[in-house]
């Protein structure tokens, strides 16, 4: 006798370490369901599947593991494409599955039928219809070890009439050398000393896959005299008031780090993949270290690629690097200014009696623990966010590449779910929670404590702000809202709002200790960031 189909899915995706499902019920994965119930996986059903895919992408992204999500046929898997696309352009690995109508109904006018395969098809580094219950194993196998081989998303599709059949496949233990880890040459190390030695001038740019050699980084960094520069994901790594600390590269970033790294002559990049060319060098000098091979000389070209554990490449450079002087170096960047912006108050609107973003956002980086996860939205949220954030905390999680609004909730949704031990905090815009409001009833359902902070500006601001810096008429991108707290209680939310900074202050040390789902309403004004353009 062998095994129902939905039961030994369950099985292969315990053995590889799977603990949650994110999804949305349909009737060609209700069996599957029902199996879930009484396993060892739970299933989180969100309001929308977008979020569902969302989630499982965030819940990659945090835990180095695979994130799996389950949908319905045709509408289900319309409606997730935008959450995979987000995995699938950060390049973490994803297990979508998909119910399908019957077999015999396959390719018919029956309803609710599409080809799902060739939906997903540009977002997929794998991806097979499973027909025949005895394949079903070699296909999830093969599907999750790609995904996580390569880091992207596996689309499995299970026809409806397949789950309650019965295979004689046997389940397969997850293979250990996935988690090898791939270590760099002794002699490409020794050229980077080498390369170290011979150069005076250099700085250091570091994305959010250097989050576990934070130490070794900045070794590394106060020996060698390098300024330090993040990408976005990777603010928190490091306080900002480190004195080779010079914030963010980019738009939201410190100009002094855009002019020190116009002036290095070598820049070494350490798991970053964010080069703009309008704050860049456009002949840099560079040594690129990354796990995935991909993202060497991806954006710009390398004098020296280093695959292979970081940690393991920084710790191997510090047994032989020798600390430099560099005095001159070191006097320019200690010229420049690596703290917080000196005027809290530049963006502010002077005839607006609200908040400005660069009010609020040091107010929030005083109160963040060592220990929070903050997931942020897409938008102007995030600018602020990055050019005002100094403090440390442990992980900030956004929509890198993709950069869909509606990522920040359920992100942190997805984060309180993985990480239940650690706050929690999503900074969101009004336009990116109301793509995702339904959400706040799945926070109150699992009894998820997480705090909402929404900037509220009734806009989108980033595109309104575009158009009238190119001269452009405004055009619906004003937004019309609810009253957020009103709307957060009648999904049995607690909810705060802050008109003034000493109110700020209050609510935000009032939810630092949070046991539930807790909004906090900001009223803001909509300054246009130095540099912003169409």
């Not at 352009?89 to 609710?112: A, C, F, H, K």
């Not at 798991?271 to 560079?286: M, S």
């Not at 789902?517 to 803001?524: E, K, Q």
Request: aromatic residues 6%; negative net charge.
């Amino acid at each position: 006798m062998g095994q129902a189909v939905k039961d030994l899915i369950i099985e292969q995706l315990v053995n590889f370490k799977v603990e949650h499902i994110y999804g949305y019920a349909g009737d060609t994965i209700l069996s599957f369901f029902s199996s879930l119930a009484n396993s060892a996986i739970k299933l989180y059903t969100t309001k929308h599947e977008s979020t569902a895919g969302l989630m499982a992408s965030a819940e990659a992204k945090l835990s180095n593991r695979i994130g799996v999500c389950v949908v319905h046929s045709g509408p289900g898997t319309a409606n997730i494409i935008n959450g995979i696309a987000d995995a699938y352009s950060d390049r973490v690995p994803l297990l979508l599955i998909s119910g399908q109508v019957e077999t015999y109904n396959i390719g018919t006018d029956y309803r609710q039928y599409v080809n799902q395969l060739e939906l997903t098809n540009p977002l997929t580094v794998y991806s097979a219809l499973i027909i025949n219950p005895e394949s079903v194993i070699d296909l999830f196998y093969k599907a999750m070890t790609t995904s996580l081989q390569l880091g992207g998303v596996s689309h499995l599709v299970i026809p409806k009439d397949i789950w309650e059949q019965e295979s004689s496949a046997l389940a397969r233990q997850y293979p250990a050398y996935l988690d090898s880890k791939v270590l760099p040459h002794p002699e490409l190390i020794a050229q980077v000393v080498t390369a170290i030695e011979q150069t005076d001038k250099i700085a250091i740019l570091y994305g959010r896959g250097a989050r576990e050699c934070t130490e070794e980084l900045l070794e590394l960094a106060e020996k060698i005299k390098a300024p330090l520069i993040n990408t976005l994901p990777a603010a928190g790594l490091i306080k900002r008031e480190h004195y080779l600390a010079l914030g963010g590269l980019g738009l939201a970033g410190s100009e002094d780090a855009t002019k020190i790294l116009q002036e290095a002559e070598l820049i070494l990049i350490f798991a970053a993949t964010w080069w703009p060319n309008n704050y860049t060098p456009v002949q840099p000098r560079v040594i690129q270290f990354d796990a995935c091979r991909e993202n060497i000389g991806a954006n710009h070209p390398v004098e020296l690629g280093v695959y292979g554990e970081l940690k393991y490449s920084l710790k191997k450079m510090l047994e032989t690097m020798p600390d430099k002087k560099n005095k001159d170096w070191l006097d320019r960047i200690k010229q420049v200014e690596h703290s917080s912006p000196s005027n809290p108050d530049s963006g502010k609107e002077k005839s607006s009696p609200l908040l400005s973003p660069d009010q609020v956002i040091p107010v929030i980086s005083e109160q963040i623990r060592k220990q929070e996860i903050i997931t942020l939205d897409s938008g102007d949220n995030v600018l602020w966010f990055s050019k005002y954030f100094t403090n440390k905390c442990q992980d900030v999680l956004i929509s890198g590449s993709w950069r869909t609004m509606g990522f920040g909730l359920p992100a942190a949704l997805a984060a309180k779910i993985n990480f239940p031990d650690n706050p929690v905090t999503t900074i969101t815009g009004d336009g990116g929670l109301t793509m995702v409001l339904a959400e706040l009833l799945t926070a109150r359902r699992y009894n998820l404590a997480v705090r909402v902070i929404v900037l509220n500006n009734n806009s989108l601001a980033m595109e309104k702000n575009r158009m009238l810096c190119a001269e452009l008429n405004p055009e619906e991108v004003s937004s019309t809202n609810p009253d957020f707290v009103k709307l957060a209680n009648a999904c049995g939310v607690k909810a705060f709002r802050a008109n003034n900074l000493n109110q700020l202050k209050e609510v935000i040390k009032k939810t630092e200790l949070i046991e539930q789902t807790v909004l906090i309403d900001i009223p803001v004004s909509s300054p246009i960031l130095p540099g912003t353009k169409l």
